[in-house]
């Protein structure tokens, strides 16, 4: 069978724009997470379905109001696995998601396995959706649909040939068929390079080249037009004739092969509909008609009647708009409005008057939106985005649809307020625009974080859209803190060509510089509830604002504790091309080159180190196939700051061009930055600690082969909420064995992984506090006994993490046990087993004194026997956010009271730890010390270095046992 790997994997990026949600979830068989409400009445939660191998696969379902059973249409999503692209979309409040509820169908949004293989396994994986969608009791068994869109489209064509459903809608099929493809590439249709350059790779691994794989057919050769006279159900087909990734002939050519195998098919290919509109990317008339189409689709093949109050049925006409659609439609318009604002205000002071209102534009402008009658529009007054008076016959269709500047993208957020302040500097009005994140119109008393996005050349204050929706749905989720998002207007002086580079310009027309710090930052902290310090304030931009945001954070380190740059405009003399040369002759630096260097970023780092070194979290963000003027000096940058021992994040996502809305779509998960700049999410309250939990029997035996999965014990030990320590190290253990785990650039580490029938409290802890535990890179052992490894098999099969060891106890987790045959403590209860955990191969085997660096961490291995041979001490450094210190800590894998550890504890008394972990909580007192820092106890309660030389001397002998 022709593998569909790489062809399909130049697809990852596309398919949703959608708020992306960063819940990534992996469940053992625990409790489902409780129904979220939503304005229409309908409820929607993460769930998950056991795909082949009983491989366990995110989902999210969402019911509409009512007991059912309803029909149901399962969702796929284009590109590779993606949990929060799963989960968004099936939260989606528009088209088509908004359409099945409104019709009272539920919706099921499935991903594909972790680490996705792009192979038919993933085509039996959705089957298995289907019938777990099947068994739900609300679900009306006999009504099911299926709709997928790129990849997932793919999928929707393979499966329809192998599972019974009413209808299935495969959209914009990536790759559906790659000699159709490389035929119709030939007969001149658009197809763009990547997938060009996919099926290449396919034809080189059947020995042919490129313009063979046309002639020379593979005998082993299959796809979805191969397999027509399978397909089990009616097939409606969307993609637009102006797709390059699903060219309109292959799209024809399936339909017609559907037809004379005498399949029941529609075809819906409107000339405008790039890739992705099916799902909203772009929101535009012909997203709505295909919600139309497919609604009408479904419930002909549900034989359900159409109701005309939710969607319209005349042939040709859009969707009924939905109140959230018309509110998001409305913040569309008042973006448009402002950017049609900023051409006619010639003078940047703020309002429509005079000479700019004597010229046609202005004067149609004025009539639009003069709310006052006084002749003058001011940003406040299109606020709202709504013209006073419009008239059908006015040009205000003209006025809202003006196109955007250079670096400005098209897109909005009804999630934005329109906003202005009094600037004494530019002695006028200056917009911004407002985020106000979930929780503050609930708590009165509560501050919050902020960030300031800066846009790029051309834009405005609402191009911060796309990073107020992805973040809004990762703070939903648990998965960033909530915090205020504050979209600056950069004033882009003359257009795009001589944007204001956030900086003061040098003959003083524009102190941009001076209106942010001095001005805008004072209004922010005064008017809302900010935390109004540094370690509270972050500033992210693109382009043009990445550079403005990198030049601000490091000329005044005093007033930003973050700082992140998306493909930053990092210009210089010479350098960048005509556009650049115009910024750096005729915009701020006035082709002063020392002017232009005390404000360029590589030289601000050179200069002030000390300021920037293990004080503020940097993230530099890049595209593959950014100009030179950003991908080369970012990368300039990364070097110097490397260079200089100032750490930070240095992420190329790949080909995202110049542009933040595919920035923000390759990285779903970039809130999660901000969990670490600000610290993470409070987990949601539930009981205290060390307040008893409910008994929970977990069944393993999916999860842990053997003996093992038949664990059945009576617990003295019980689940406990997670917490963090400091500086991304949480706690999260249970009441009677601690885990640790700690973040790194290369993914988490687990500093033991607790007996094996507690491991699902173990993820359920790794979640809670935001995390995937699918992101669970290491995991090391602190000593080689049952509750301290008992985990480590399942981390490693199941995730693929590595396990790492003291040499001197790597053997005995072969074998699986300390003491084959010999009954074994399981929790309080003795049983007698062969083993008392899954063997497993260790993958590092460590070494007295070793220090390894992983992921921007740095751990020193001490050797600390006398519990095991191998017992570890783990060494490794901290940073503490509020005053910036750095505090070692230090985490004891295991002891053994009385004289024999004295030479042990004389080693360990060496090491300068302030910051000490024990194996258990009771080793270092953890729920103490948990509560005192709940309770904000300064300095944290964790650091306790006479605490831990006084634990040394007790398990030594010296005081007695404790």
Not at 422 to 440: F, H
Not at 669 to 675: E, L, M, N, S
Request: charged share 20%; hydrophobic share 35%.
């Amino acid at each position: 069978m022709l593998s569909l790997n790489p062809f399909l994997r130049s697809f990852a990026l596309v398919s949703l724009a959608i708020p992306f949600s960063c819940a990534l979830v992996l469940s053992v068989d625990v409790a489902p997470v409780a129904w979220e409400k939503f304005s229409d009445g309908s409820q929607g939660r993460v769930e998950e379905y056991r795909g082949v191998n009983e491989t366990p696969i995110t989902a999210y379902v969402r019911k509409p109001k009512g007991d059912g059973p309803f029909p149901a249409v399962v969702l796929i999503h284009g590109g590779g696995e993606s949990a929060t692209g799963t989960h968004a979309l099936g939260r989606m409040t528009t088209a088509p998601t908004e359409n099945f509820i409104a019709r009272g169908w539920a919706v099921y949004s499935i991903d594909f396995r972790p680490q996705s293989p792009f192979l038919p396994i993933e085509w039996d994986d959705a089957c298995r959706a289907i019938a777990t969608l099947r068994a739900m009791p609300f679900v009306d068994a006999k009504r099911i649909a299926l709709m997928g869109g790129s990849h997932g489209g793919y999928n929707t064509a393979r499966v329809a040939s192998r599972c019974d459903l009413s209808c299935a809608i495969p959209c914009a099929a990536a790759a559906i068929d790659p000699v159709e493809v490389a035929k119709a590439q030939q007969a001149g249709e658009a197809v763009n390079q990547r997938a060009m350059d996919a099926i290449r790779k396919q034809a080189a691994g059947y020995g042919l080249m490129l313009e063979e794989l046309t002639t020379k057919l593979p005998a082993n050769y299959n796809t979805p037009l191969t397999e027509v006279a399978n397909v089990r159900c009616p097939l409606l087909l969307i993609s637009g004739r102006n797709d390059s990734s699903s060219p309109p002939s292959v799209m024809e050519t399936y339909a017609q092969k559907l037809r004379a195998a005498g399949k029941q098919v529609e075809l819906y290919l409107p000339d405008n509909g790039p890739h992705g509109f099916y799902f909203g990317n772009p929101r535009i008339a012909e997203t709505d008609e295909a919600a139309r189409r497919a609604v009408e689709f479904i419930a002909k093949h549900f034989a359900l009647p159409l109701k005309s109050s939710n969607v319209a049925t005349t042939p040709g006409k859009t969707a009924a708009i939905t109140p959230a659609a018309t509110k998001r439609e409305s913040a569309n318009d008042a973006g448009k409005a402002e950017q049609l604002f900023r051409r006619l205000d010639k003078n940047n002071d703020g309002k429509i008057a005079g000479d700019e209102a004597a010229s046609e534009p202005g004067k149609k402008f004025v009539r639009m939106f003069d709310k006052n009658g006084d002749g003058i529009v001011t940003l406040a007054e299109i606020g709202g985005g709504s013209p006073a008076s419009p008239s059908p016959q006015s040009d205000a269709g003209k006025a809202k649809s003006a196109a955007p500047r250079a670096e400005s993208q098209r897109g909005d957020s009804a999630l934005l307020q329109s906003k202005s302040f009094q600037s004494a500097a530019l002695k006028g009005e200056v917009s911004y625009t407002l985020y106000l994140p979930p929780g503050y119109e609930n708590d009165k008393q509560r501050r919050f974080p902020v960030v300031f996005w800066l846009h790029g050349g051309g834009g405005t204050p609402r191009d911060c859209w796309k990073f107020v929706e992805v973040t809004d749905a990762a703070i939903k989720v648990g998965h960033c803190p909530e915090m205020l998002i504050v979209g600056v207007d950069g004033r882009s002086r003359g257009g795009a060509r001589t944007g204001s580079q956030y900086s003061d310009w040098k003959d003083g027309s524009l102190p941009m510089e001076t209106v942010i710090i001095k001005e805008l930052l004072p209004h922010i902290d005064q008017t809302c509830r900010t935390l109004g310090t540094r370690e509270g304030r972050s500033l992210e931009g693109f382009s043009m604002g990445g550079h403005g945001a990198l030049h601000l954070a490091f000329r005044h380190p005093d007033l930003f504790g973050a700082v992140t740059a998306l493909g930053p405009a990092l210009i210089m003399p010479g350098d960048g091309g005509n556009r650049v040369q115009e910024v750096y002759q005729n915009g701020a630096y006035k082709g002063d080159e020392a002017y232009w260097r005390a404000h360029d970023p590589l030289t601000l780092a050179e200069k002030n180190p000390v300021a920037l070194k293990g004080k503020m979290f940097i993230r530099l963000i890049t595209g593959e196939v950014e100009g030179n003027f950003t991908h080369r000096r970012t990368v300039e940058l990364s070097a110097k700051l490397k260079s200089l021992g100032i750490e930070h994040e240095f992420i190329r996502p790949g080909e995202t061009g110049h542009n933040y809305v595919k920035y923000y779509e390759a990285m779903p998960d970039a809130p999660k930055f901000y969990a670490k700049a600000f610290g993470q999410p409070a987990p949601p309250k539930k009981s205290a600690a060390t307040d008893p939990a409910p008994p929970v029997c977990y069944d393993i035996s999916k999860s842990f082969p053997g003996e093992i999965g038949q664990y059945r014990v009576s617990r003295t030990s019980r689940p406990v909420e997670p917490f963090e320590i400091m500086d991304g190290l949480y706690y999260v253990g249970n009441s009677q064995v601690s885990a640790h785990l700690l973040t790194t650039t290369n993914g988490l580490v687990l500093m033991d992984s607790t007996m094996p029938h507690q491991v699902p409290w173990l993820l359920d802890s790794i979640r809670k506090l935001g995390f995937d535990p699918r992101d669970v890179k290491v995991v090391i052992g602190g000593h080689a006994h049952l509750d301290h490894i008992g985990g480590h098999w399942y981390f490693q099969q199941h995730h693929g993490a590595q396990t790492w060891l003291h040499e001197a106890d790597a053997a005995a987790t072969e074998s699986g046990a300390w003491q084959p045959g010999k009954p074994v403590a399981l929790d309080g209860t003795l049983a007698t087993i062969s083993v008392a955990f899954p063997p497993f191969k260790t993958d590092r085997r460590l070494r007295d004194g070793e220090t390894v660096e992983w992921g921007g961490r740095k751990f020193t291995f001490h050797l600390a026997a006398g519990h095991t041979p191998g017992t570890l001490f783990i060494e490794f450094p901290l940073r503490d956010k509020s005053s910036g210190k750095i505090t070692i800590a230090g985490m004891l894998g295991g002891v053994r009271a009385g004289a024999a550890f004295a030479p042990t504890a004389a080693r360990l008394r060496a090491v300068d730890v302030q910051l000490w972990l024990g194996a258990h909580p009771n080793q270092n007192k953890t729920f103490d010390k948990q509560r005192l820092l709940r309770e904000r106890a300064q300095p944290n309660p964790f650091i306790d270095p006479v605490g831990w030389q006084e634990f040394l001397k007790r398990m030594s002998g010296r005081a007695g046992a404790p």
